[in-house]
């Protein structure tokens, strides 16, 4: 995989490895557990499998270069507010479900050949997860995904192209709040993946437009 790399991978590994850092200290805030589904967890090697790391994060790169607005970070602070972490699951398969249906089936014809194979991956993933559900309140949780689709809306067909420059974070975020396998680190994907996030907005939130 490093015989890949671009001469300028290096910054972008280092905007990747920001994302990381990021994605660790929202997991790590504390939060009381909440009662939630058997079906909000899926199998670790959902997410080691290296060809669709790899074109998961491609896809990514590719839009985020098509991206013109960098102020704004979609999968970041705002869109994890007052969500304990044992939601963040349910929370992420609201995201996993608006990304597929209101952004990549649309787009579809864009972005390929990652596009053509990502797409299923991601739609797998959410067909595993169509009985997921919470037994609490889940208010805050829908207010946060509202947001995120305000925001998109807001962005209008950037905000799109903003969704699926975001792909590698959203890959993160899934696999650290469904992943039953909880002793592997985000820093794996570094390796994994070639190029990274270069969306290297200066607001880890939704922007004020």
Known sequence: M??????????LMGTLAASCLLLVALWTQGGLAVPISSHC??????FQQPYITNRTFMLAKEASLADNNTDVRL????????VNMGERCYLMKQVLNFTLE?????QSDRFQPYMQEVVPFLARL???????HIDSDDQHIQ?????????VKKLGENGEIKVIGELDLLFMALRNALSLTTSDSP???????VGGHTGGGKHMGFGVL
């Open 126 to 132: 959410s067909n595993k997860l169509s009985q997921c």
């Open 187 to 193: 820093y794996v994907l570094l390796s994994s993946a």
């Open 2 to 11: 490093a015989a890949l790399q671009k001469p300028g991978s290096s910054s």
């Open 143 to 151: 207010r946060n995904v509202q947001n995120l689709k305000d925001t």
């Open 102 to 106: 209101e952004v990549l089936l649309p």
């Open 41 to 46: 967890r899926l199998d670790g090697s959902n």
């Open 75 to 82: 999968i970041g602070e705002k869109l994890f507010y007052e």
